[in-house]
């Protein structure tokens, strides 16, 4: 029964996404990460205070968005089966965002076909955390598919693994950590002690799902694009390059895959940075790779979700 509701929760985002009317549990997590860190922000005066309430906020976020799914999840199921059943795939379809993603990526890809490019910045803000104003084509193609590609593994391929390992709730307490990581775990002056705890969580949590993609990406390079050795090439040579321990492991499966380079000069709030070249420069990539990109989105999450039902349903 687990494996059909991890399927079905998998379907369900497939058909109708991330609707904004729906009050999706991530935004009410973000409502109590923010309130939360005013409050412990108030006692953290000097950076060994802010290093321990960083770790009280992962404790009071996390914790709670566990025990509360788990709780809500046995309510529903004792009022009965088929309610609990619902329920439960209700719970592990707000987890996944196969759809959102590829939506994402496709606003970006019309706003470029109709030469639009700052309607295509504006778009790229939406999904990405560097400055996008002064963005040529060509970076912001880059940016789209290394963002896809980060993403299959957050919003994808880690849920889907989270689910199969402890089903909904426990799906709900990565994307906690997850969104814990978007808000506080940045290195800038600000949250470099208060938002360490918070990152160093995202980087355990996200350990063996960023190279179970990039194992999957590579697979699905096979029947989408036809360059399953190129991929597992760049992902070996190339994945531990990228300063983060797990975002480098997809980005480079999805750049040999394509055959494009990704990473080199990226701003983040007018800050230059110079990230590890990951692929190789076979030639420039374009609004082709896009579309492609979200091929390989798809059959990665489509393997993935057979898995992990598959996984769930054995134990």
């Known amino acids: 029964m687990d494996g059909f509701i991890i399927l079905s929760a998998f379907l369900l985002d497939l058909l109708a996404g991330d609707p904004r009317w729906l009050p999706h549990p991530v935004r009410i997590i973000g409502l109590l990460i923010g309130s939360a860190e005013k409050g412990l922000r108030r006692i953290a005066t000097n950076p060994r205070a802010e290093k321990a309430a960083g770790v009280l906020l992962v404790i009071i976020v996390v914790l709670p968005v566990y025990v509360l799914s788990l709780s809500a999840l046995s309510t529903a199921l004792g009022m009965s089966v088929v309610f609990g059943i619902v329920f439960a795939v209700l719970m592990a379809y707000t987890t996944l965002s196969t759809r959102g993603l590829a939506d994402a990526a496709r606003a970006v890809l019309l706003r470029l076909d109709r030469g639009d490019i700052i309607g295509a910045r504006t778009e790229l803000a939406m999904i990405v955390g560097r400055d996008t104003d002064t963005l040529d084509e060509e970076d912001i193609i880059r940016a789209v598919i290394e963002s896809v590609a980060e993403n299959t593994s957050d919003g994808v391929v880690a849920p889907l693994f989270y689910l199969a390992l402890g089903g909904p709730a426990l799906a709900m307490a990565y994307k906690a950590v997850n969104t814990l990581d978007s808000m506080v ?89 110079k990230k590890p070249y990951l692929g190789d420069d076979y030639r420039h990539p374009d609004k082709k790779d896009i579309a492609k990109s979200v091929q390989l989105l798809y059959c990665c999450a489509l393997l993935a979700a057979l898995c992990a039902a598959g996984i769930r349903a054995h134990l």
């Open 185 to 273: 775990g940045y290195r800038s002056r600000s949250y470099r002690h208060f938002g360490w705890a918070a990152a160093k969580l995202d980087d355990l949590a996200n350990y063996i799902p960023a190279r179970i993609t990039a194992v999957v990406l590579c697979l699905s390079a096979w029947p989408v694009v036809g360059s399953g050795p190129g991929a597992w090439k760049a992902t070996v040579r190339d994945g531990r390059k990228h300063l983060s321990p797990n975002s480098g492991y997809p980005e480079a499966a999805m750049a040999g895959a394509l055959g494009i380079r990704l990473g080199g000069e990226s701003a983040y709030s007018g800050m230059v940075h």
